[in-house]
């Protein structure tokens, strides 16, 4: 199987381009309408928190608990989704977690209490896992058959539709009540579902090419199964950040630079726009530069962003390292999870998915601790420092990853 490293072998130049099948690309539209889905329903979702709060009455420690089950529903399926991935494909497992998941979405607001809340939450939460993982195999499937790195692409869209989801929510809240809001989220994604499931389950995910003896050993080896850890740890190291700057950057250029609450809410989002803008151009990236140095040129380019967003003396100064982080940041996960997926498959991609989730778990609370400790510009050049050491593993492990893949 062509691997992101080599791909620039396998691309003809543009004076012959490659003829793309109409059936490989009925299903980058339908799995790139998947990911958007997703993004679009989990932000719906979030932005809907504090009604769903005041309507159950739940105390904020009470809430948190609650929150808990999307954590533990998405944790807890993602490895049994590679395993059924394995056993029933990757297609119809997309399908299925897209439509439990428009149907999840439904059930907060029919909630009164946080014990109620945090059991609905566990569905939504496995949804979330589930299509994250089958949607990624069948991604990863897909990039093989087209032989060009496209994964990026498909982020790009989970990325737009967070944006789209949000945005909407935003101006629908005051409208329309919770209840109203997410009923109408299910029935768009009751809709998406079925018309992008349709060219799912009418075409069967791409068969790979046929590796060497030596790559299908090493994939599956130790020393397979040992690569697809370090791509989880990359993964981790990515989502971090991404967790952190969702929870922490606000507060920060409100309490440490005195950015009032308009601007301060304006860091994330500079964060998200540059992240997306650089999935958007992360083909070009990795067709120019190979997967390990996107992933080194990535690291080291949101370690120094993000040193002067935590560190910088200025408003204007922080959010331009927020920017740099987000580019910098932008194609990791998805080259990590990518990479995951051609050495084991659903499996790995389970595997990194769980790293790379638990990396988004572990970063708000760590900062929290360490602001606690040190203070919260110190705890947030973390972020740096695990971006630092995804550009670090990916660089020591390059000529092992190369090994693997001949």
């Known amino acids: 199987m062509p691997t992101l490293n080599k791909i620039r072998t396998a691309i003809r130049g543009p004076q012959d381009p490659i003829p793309v099948d109409p059936a490989l690309r009925s299903l980058r539209t339908a799995l790139t ?8 329903l989990f932000a719906g979702w979030v932005v809907r928190i504090p009604a769903i709060k005041e309507q159950t009455g739940a105390s904020a420690g009470a809430l948190g608990l609650a929150l808990l089950g999307v954590s533990a529903g998405a944790v807890a399926t993602m490895t049994v989704t590679g395993r059924l991935c394995h056993k029933f494909g990757s297609h119809p497992v997309t399908v299925a977690a897209g439509v439990l998941m ?23 939460g496995a949804a979330y896992g589930g299509i994250n993982v089958a949607m990624n195999s069948a991604a990863v499937d897909l990039v093989a058959a087209l032989r060009r790195p496209v994964m990026p692409s498909f982020h790009a869209a989970f990325s737009l539709g967070g944006m789209l989801g949000a945005g909407l929510g935003g101006l629908v809240a005051g409208h329309l009540s919770a209840t109203s809001h997410l009923l109408l989220l299910t029935v768009v994604g009751l809709a998406i579902s079925a018309v992008a499931g349709r060219a799912l389950l009418a075409h069967p995910a791409p068969r790979p090419e046929p590796r060497t003896p030596a790559a299908t050993t090493g994939s599956g080896s130790g020393k397979g199964r040992r690569l697809v850890v370090v791509f989880g740890l990359i993964a981790l190291c990515d989502a971090y950040g991404e967790g952190a700057l969702a929870d922490w950057g606000a507060l920060h250029l409100h309490q440490d630079l005195g950015a009032r609450a308009g601007l301060a809410a304006v860091g994330y989002s500079v964060f998200a726009l540059t992240m997306t803008l ?19 040129a990535g690291g080291t380019a949101a370690a120094v962003g993000m040193l002067l967003g935590s560190l910088a003396p200025t408003v204007w ?6 920017a740099v982080t987000g580019f910098g940041l932008a194609n990791i996960f998805p080259v990590a999870i990518g990479r995951a997926g051609e050495l084991a498959g659903p499996g790995g991609v389970a595997t990194a998915s769980t790293f790379g989730y638990g990396g988004m778990l572990l970063g708000p609370p760590a900062i929290g601790f360490l602001a606690e400790t040190w203070s919260l510009p110190v705890a947030l050049t973390t972020v740096a420092a695990l971006a630092a050491m995804a550009a670090a593993i990916a660089y020591g492990t390059r000529n092992v990853v190369r090994a693997a893949a001949r």
Do not use: W, Y
């Open 33 to 40: 309408l998947f990911f958007a889905l997703d993004g679009l």
């Open 102 to 124: 428009s149907l999840g979405i439904a059930l907060p607001p029919l909630t009164h209490s946080a014990l109620a809340l945090g059991l609905v939450l566990l569905v939504f």
């Open 278 to 296: 650089g999935r958007l151009t992360g083909t070009v990236l990795l067709e120019r530069l190979g997967q390990t140095r996107t992933l080194v």
């Open 317 to 322: 100064a922080a959010l331009l390292g927020f």
